[in-house]
């Protein structure tokens, strides 16, 4: 459930059908109910970590699965009674992992187990459709490890999974950038600085930015509560004399970026979004009466994380052109 300190805002972007969540707290899951799951006496291999099936990294596979037992399970935040099958992983060397599930056709879960049975990672909802994906996960060479592959609620089917090398983003703030100025993330964060329409209790801060460059902080952290959350950034931008604002960013993780309206926490809505990060840029250009305030946001695309990332902006506010530029071609406008 959550708490008075957050709201929860499912909000249909204007034109389309897709909806996004301003919330900081994670949301409750609706319970589906599934038909139930049959064994299937002639499956092959993968059922338990006696029989797991191995992966390479790089790797990829498929399968279902629907037909095998529930043996495993582990909290994250959600436990569940799924059937699972199990992959083994076996690195040469060290080496840091992404684990995606896009693709598959349920509820999945992913958890890995090192050769102890000792939990290093679990991933129960990344996409929003509820689906599994794990970046950053350290690995040991010569050490063996076991990818379960389950469901929430009871649920199975059909899946989809890749290993990857982890490449790490990380970004450097610009000589002389503004900054957002935000606390440490911590566990037991109470989000008094720019949390806006999620902050109630203080009074709903914003932020703002005046300036060409910008570099913020976003991330996790356990709620006093003890929910998982996700930092949200809400700032006032006015409108220059040209009527448009044009915004270029990007960030180490993937990041929303969205123009929200109208001015009312209880009827805002998001107006138009773009992603930005790992390490992939990407803008928008907001529009408006010149000297309107906008409302913009900044925030992860998951629920799901730990720690703190950097992310940075660049704006366009006088008399600049507003179609799209590289970052690159962003960045020599002002060396």
Same mark, same amino acid.
């Given at each position: 459930?959550?708490?008075? /300190?957050?709201?929860?805002?499912?909000?249909?972007?204007?034109?389309?059908?897709?909806?996004?969540?301003?919330?900081?707290?994670? =949301?409750?899951?609706?319970?589906?109910?599934? =038909?139930?799951?049959?064994?299937?006496?002639?499956?092959?291999? $993968?059922?338990?970590?006696?029989?797991?099936?191995?992966?390479?990294?790089? @790797?990829?596979?498929?399968?279902? %699965?629907? @037909?095998?037992?529930?043996?495993?399970d582990e909290v994250c935040p959600y436990d569940s009674m799924s059937p699972d099958v199990v992959y083994s992983i076996s690195p040469a060397a060290d080496v840091f992992v992404v684990i995606d599930m896009l693709g598959s056709t349920y509820d999945t879960k992913i958890y890995i187990y090192d050769e102890t049975m000792q939990l290093i990672a679990c991933n129960d909802d990344y996409y929003p459709d509820y689906v599994s994906k794990l970046e950053?996960?350290?690995?040991?060479?010569?050490?063996?490890?076991? /990818?379960?592959?389950?469901?929430?609620?009871?649920?199975?089917?059909?899946?989809?999974?890749?290993? %990857?090398?982890?490449?790490?983003?990380?970004?450097?703030?610009?000589?002389?950038?503004? /900054?957002? @100025?935000? =606390?440490?993330?911590?566990? $037991?964060?109470?989000?008094?600085?720019?949390? $806006?329409?999620?902050?109630?209790?203080?009074?709903?801060?914003?932020? %703002?930015?005046?300036?060409w460059w910008f570099c913020g902080v976003s991330g996790w952290y356990i709620s006093p509560d003890g929910s998982q959350s996700r930092d949200t950034d809400w700032y006032e931008l006015i409108v220059p004399v040209t009527g448009t604002i044009e915004i270029w960013g990007d960030a180490e993780f993937e990041t929303y970026l969205f123009e929200l309206g109208p001015h009312d926490c209880g009827s805002v809505s998001v107006l138009q979004n773009v992603i930005i990060g790992s390490c992939s840029e990407n803008g928008m250009v907001i529009s408006g009466p010149p000297g309107s305030t906008v409302w913009f946001w900044v925030g992860p695309t998951t629920f799901d994380g730990t720690g703190e990332y950097d992310y940075v902006l660049q704006f366009f506010w006088p008399d600049l052109p507003t179609e799209a530029h590289s970052w690159s071609s962003v960045k020599g406008l002002f060396d």
């Amino acid at each position: 459930m959550r708490t008075s /300190l957050t709201i929860l805002l499912m909000l249909a972007l204007a034109g389309a059908c897709a909806a996004f969540d301003l919330g900081n707290q994670r =949301p409750d899951k609706p319970q589906v109910a599934y =038909p139930q799951n049959v064994p299937d006496a002639d499956r092959q291999g $993968g059922d338990t970590i006696l029989d797991a099936v191995p992966i390479g990294i790089p @790797g990829a596979s498929t399968g279902t %699965t629907a @037909g095998y037992t529930d043996d495993y399970d582990e909290v994250c935040p959600y436990d569940s009674m799924s059937p699972d099958v199990v992959y083994s992983i076996s690195p040469a060397a060290d080496v840091f992992v992404v684990i995606d599930m896009l693709g598959s056709t349920y509820d999945t879960k992913i958890y890995i187990y090192d050769e102890t049975m000792q939990l290093i990672a679990c991933n129960d909802d990344y996409y929003p459709d509820y689906v599994s994906k794990l970046e950053d996960v350290a690995l040991t060479g010569g050490v063996l490890y076991y /990818l379960v592959i389950d469901g929430y609620g009871g649920g199975f089917g059909d899946y989809a999974v890749t290993i %990857t090398e982890y490449v790490p983003c990380v970004l450097d703030c610009p000589a002389g950038a503004s /900054l957002e @100025g935000e =606390p440490p993330l911590a566990d $037991g964060y109470l989000d008094a600085h720019n949390g $806006g329409c999620n902050s109630p209790e203080f009074g709903n801060p914003f932020g %703002t930015i005046v300036d060409w460059w910008f570099c913020g902080v976003s991330g996790w952290y356990i709620s006093p509560d003890g929910s998982q959350s996700r930092d949200t950034d809400w700032y006032e931008l006015i409108v220059p004399v040209t009527g448009t604002i044009e915004i270029w960013g990007d960030a180490e993780f993937e990041t929303y970026l969205f123009e929200l309206g109208p001015h009312d926490c209880g009827s805002v809505s998001v107006l138009q979004n773009v992603i930005i990060g790992s390490c992939s840029e990407n803008g928008m250009v907001i529009s408006g009466p010149p000297g309107s305030t906008v409302w913009f946001w900044v925030g992860p695309t998951t629920f799901d994380g730990t720690g703190e990332y950097d992310y940075v902006l660049q704006f366009f506010w006088p008399d600049l052109p507003t179609e799209a530029h590289s970052w690159s071609s962003v960045k020599g406008l002002f060396d």
